[in-house]
């Protein structure tokens, strides 16, 4: 899944110690007195004529005359271009960083920055496809797992075929934030876009206000759709149903929707496993993802599909569109269309490089007000996978808008198999958030790889991350429950007792609903609190009157006034 960096770990310190007279070691770093600046949203997906000044003003990058350490390693040929050298890098520190490139020596090409620590690991630290004549903007950042005295952060053509590349940097900055002020800014929009100030204002039928009345306030259902796939194991199992709708407004079928499971022979339909499943999502008024119609992966293609060519296969795809969308239309609020496209090409070779923005027109005809997704792994989780850059994958929702689709959704899986690198998770979230394009988290989980209390300890990381992200419009975990267990983590054991992961997720939801409150107005006959978004019951009582009143809370910059007559 991941991509590698061969050939770069060995040789390492003595390609380090050739570069030394190359490099400048800023007397500064890591300054002991450091005021937490708020964290920089801006990105730039735009290939610009100049570079837009350094965030953080070059942060601990910055020299106290205000130029940019670096040096060029002009005269090495191959891997270590730019190189920044890092003093005392700490594994309690998240590190945003940014820059500016610009290549000579071909068209465009994709740059990777890439941070050597003195264990001699590489991390990549952020992408971007760079191109001659004008400067990209790269964003990204890292964690470590123990410090590093000295540590060198450095550019890298990941083009194979391109010889002599030039690559230039400006306006790098790298700005650290301690795991404390990384909260704060968590909390900090959580409170300005996940909640909101409610006034309630309590007055008589003459118009007067009424002090003192008793006013008690509920939460009765959450706007941001939180939730987790669900399998056909959930059909007439009464504790799964229980354990599911206790904590989920939200869901999406792991396979029972996919090609092998509704066609698994030509013209042999059956829907049976999605509409028992659609039936408990109906009745519960669970929101659910359509997943998927195409899967661009051959390996899980159905077989006898594989085997098709031209027309055939075009003509077989617009009935697999056709059937779906004529027995589901407006069940669903997404569909990921064609399903990690950055990775797989089944379609596109068959039937050639417009075959998916066909697949998203006829989608959307079909289903004119569900949203078309794109669905795609290692965007959030990596930046060592060349196939899914962030700048790729924008590129790709650019051409679907180009080409006329309209409603567009960005789906970004979220398997992650490594320890979640915080500050490059944020600063893709920012390049896509430019697209100004509904962005949902769509199958949160960690590896199996780490233990059940690392895997609880990743996941609330992630899912803070992304609750907290102001453009992510929902989050899916991938946890369908079977007799084997899960995909890759469960949160419960098979009698739903909860794991570690399961008791983070019930602690997420405590914290992110509005806990019932109760009280009584104020001499201004108001009666004030902040509130999560979503619906809400009110009760107010004065004396022998009492009345009750429901109200919705909507996302808005603004106070909610409520006014409430007794
Ligand atoms: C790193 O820390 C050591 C020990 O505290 C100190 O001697 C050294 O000057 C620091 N290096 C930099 C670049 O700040
Ligand atoms: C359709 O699928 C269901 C569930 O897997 C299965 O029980 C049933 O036999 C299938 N029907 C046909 C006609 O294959
Ligand atoms: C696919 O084609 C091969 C070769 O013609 C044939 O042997 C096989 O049975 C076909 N598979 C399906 C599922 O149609
Ligand atoms: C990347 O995509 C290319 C072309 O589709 C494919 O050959 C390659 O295997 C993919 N690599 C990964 C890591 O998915
Ligand atoms: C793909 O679509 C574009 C825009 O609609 C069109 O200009 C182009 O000719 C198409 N390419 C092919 C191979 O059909
Ligand atoms: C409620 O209280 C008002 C005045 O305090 C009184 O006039 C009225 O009869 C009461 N109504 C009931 C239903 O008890
Ligand atoms: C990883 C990689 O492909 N690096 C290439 C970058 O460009 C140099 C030439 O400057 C090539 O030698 C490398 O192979």
């Known amino acids: 899944m991941s991509g590698s960096m061969r ?177 704060m800014h968590q909390q900090d929009n959580i409170r300005t876009k996940r909640k909101r100030m409610v006034v309630i204002h309590v007055s008589d039928t003459q118009g007067n206000r009424v002090i003192g009345a008793s006013v008690s306030v509920q939460q009765l259902a959450k706007d941001f759709p939180f939730g987790s796939a669900i399998a056909s194991t959930i059909v007439g199992n009464l504790p799964y149903q229980a354990w599911f709708l206790e904590r989920f407004n939200a869901a999406v079928f792991e396979n029972e929707l996919k090609w092998y499971t509704t066609e698994p022979q030509p013209g042999k339909l059956n829907y049976t496993l999605a509409d028992e499943m659609l039936e408990f999502i109906r009745a519960n008024k669970v929101v659910a993802r359509g997943h998927n119609i195409f899967w ?62 066909e697949f998203f027109g006829t989608a959307q005809q079909a289903d004119p007000l569900a949203t078309m997704f794109m669905n795609e792994f290692n965007v959030l989780e990596t930046c060592d996978d060349v196939n899914s850059t962030v700048d790729s994958y924008i590129s790709r929702l650019r051409e679907l808008k180009e080409a006329g689709a309209v409603l567009q959704g960005i789906g970004l899986e979220g398997h992650f198999f490594t320890k979640p690198n915080l500050p490059l998770m944020r600063a893709v979230l920012d390049k896509l958030a430019t697209l100004d394009l509904p962005i949902w988290l769509t199958e949160v989980d960690i590896n199996h790889i780490f233990d059940h209390q690392t895997q609880a300890i990743y996941l609330e990381e992630v899912l803070r991350e992304g609750f907290s992200y102001p453009f992510v419009n929902g989050i899916m975990l991938w946890t369908a429950l079977h007799p084997y267990g899960c995909y890759e983590m469960c949160l419960t054991d098979e009698d739903f007792h909860n794991l570690p992961s399961g008791d983070v997720v019930d602690r997420l939801l405590q914290e992110w609903e509005t806990k019932e409150t109760a009280g009584v107005t104020d001499d201004h006959g108001l009666y004030t609190f902040s509130g999560f978004l979503g619906e809400y019951k009110v009760s107010v009582s004065y004396a022998n009157k009492s009345t009750e009143t429901t109200f919705s809370l909507g996302r808005g910059d603004e106070t909610k006034h409520l006014n409430v007559q007794l």
């Open 7 to 183: 050939g770069l770990s060995h040789g390492f310190f003595a390609l380090f110690l050739k570069l030394l007279p190359w490099l400048i070691l800023p007397s500064h770093l890591l300054a002991a007195s450091y005021e937490g600046p708020w964290y920089d949203f801006s990105a730039y997906t735009e290939c610009k004529p100049d570079p837009e000044p350094p965030l953080y003003n070059g942060g601990i990058l910055q020299s106290e005359n205000g130029e940019i350490p670096m040096a060029y390693d002009t005269t090495e040929p191959g891997a270590h271009r730019p190189a920044f050298v890092l003093g005392n890098l700490t594994e309690t520190t998240r590190y945003s960083f940014s820059c500016w490139v610009q290549i000579q020596g071909t068209d465009s090409a994709l740059i990777r920055a890439v941070l050597a620590t003195d264990d001699s690991k590489f991390r990549c630290v952020g992408t971007t496809t760079a191109q001659n004549g004008c400067w990209s903007f790269l964003k990204g950042g890292f964690i470590l797992d123990a410090s590093s005295k000295t540590s060198v952060l450095f550019l890298q053509n990941t083009t194979n075929e391109v010889d002599g590349i030039e690559i230039l940097v400006a306006s790098a900055s790298l700005q650290p934030f301690s795991v404390e002020q990384w909260e």
């Open 296 to 357: 661009e992966n051959p390996s899980v293609t159905p077989s006898w599909v594989r085997n098709l060519t031209g027309d055939d296969l075009r003509s077989a795809a617009k009935s697999r569109i056709q059937s779906l969308m004529s027995r589901y239309k407006g069940e669903f609020v997404h569909w990921d269309v064609n399903n990690e496209m950055l990775h797989f090409d089944f379609y596109e070779q068959r039937l050639g490089p417009n075959a998916s923005l």
